[in-house]
């Protein structure tokens, strides 16, 4: 479990997808406890003693500092049970939905992956870093969906593994780059109920079977942005 989170760490620092010392990615361990990334240093990669905390946030093992996000990891486990891992990231795309405030309607079938009804959701703002902005991201995602844009900071994506959950982001940004491309060149057409149910059902085959739409893709590398 450390690997992958370390391994899905240095990936999202390879391809962009975090900026600055923000983002992270964690994984639930035993007995309700997280294991988590410390805060990185601006153009360092990450260090790769990992943190152990508690529930609530609080480190049970190592000496670093923990992420800005750690309340919003926290949160998501304490509340959704499905969530195997997670991250935050500002991947370019969907950072940029995520400051006009504008939420990715269902206009593409890939999108069921995220959300059983093909959209992508904008959290209400809140201060970066406070137990609101935290609730604000649990309060989208716990109604069964595996991504939100995060207002005015970027996104938050779930999976059972963290190389699932990477999987999901790069989904994400993929979705943000054709949504906003299209919005630029027109307005985009929106599927429809009927459409997004049968796009889920031919997804959900294809991607092994099951109830709902695939958690993730096995997505061997980023989009092109």
Known sequence: MRRGILDTAHRLVGVGMVSGTFGS????GEAGAIIVTPERREGEPWPRDLLLLDGDGRVLEGDLTPPAETLVHACIYRNLPVAGAVICAQPPYATVLACLG???PPLHPMLTILSEDGHV???RRA???TEQFALNVEEELSEGLRACLVR???AVVLGEHPEDALSNLFLLE???RLYYRAMLAGEPEILGHDEILEAARRITAALGGGEGPSPGLDTADPPLC
Do not use: F
């Open 102 to 104: 504008w939420e990715i």
């Open 152 to 154: 005015s900071s970027g």
């Open 25 to 28: 990615v964690s994984a639930r």
């Open 121 to 123: 959701p904008v959290t």
């Open 127 to 129: 201060p970066y870093g």
């Open 174 to 176: 993929e979705a943000s």
